[in-house]
């Protein structure tokens, strides 16, 4: 028996280039506010969708800029981080109601990322000091908002891979 082919799932759509996310961007924004988020999403977990979804909440569209595999190894978090290749990493992002969009950045920081989309929201994790950010700096100076969302406590994927090590 052969198998039937399917079409791709619809949400690999929401996969876009560097190149073409201001243009993917800009035609969310005429939909209402774009909600800019970031960060490496290695291993996705409880706190990651809350967190998502929380995100997704303060706007009509959420974006989400991973770190390429080569900036997440810069982070520090361990030789063998991240877990999932980068385009693994943004295809469950993209599968991800509350995710609009999906790009990705290679430098260290999102800040030219953000010059060039200019969110009208940007959001990050608790534990950043958003007034330190040169990012909120950025948004706030075309006008948009900067703010921090509490982590969902006992959640991390640093943790979850210590646990994992330690079986």
């Given at each position: ?17 560097r190149a ?56 520090g978090k ?59 700096r950025v ?29």
């Open positions: 028996m052969t198998a039937t082919p399917l079409p791709a799932p619809a949400f690999l759509s929401k996969l876009t280039s073409e996310a201001v243009q993917r961007v800009a035609a969310l924004k005429a939909l209402g506010p774009v909600v800019f988020t970031n960060g490496v999403f290695d291993v996705l977990h409880r706190g990651h969708a809350t967190y998502l979804a929380q995100a997704r909440s303060l706007g009509t569209s959420l974006v989400v800029a991973l770190n390429s595999d080569a900036s997440a190894r810069r982070l361990g030789p063998d981080r991240p877990l999932n290749a980068e385009a693994d990493r943004a295809v469950l992002m993209a599968a991800l109601e509350s995710v609009s969009l999906v790009t990705w950045f290679d430098e260290d920081t999102p800040l030219q990322l953000i010059t060039e989309l200019r969110p009208d929201i940007l959001v990050k994790g608790g534990d950043y000091d958003m007034a330190k950010l040169a990012e909120t948004v706030q100076a075309y006008g948009g908002r900067a703010l921090a969302i509490p982590f969902v406590d006992g959640y991390s994927t640093t943790a979850l891979v210590n646990k994992i090590r330690a079986q």
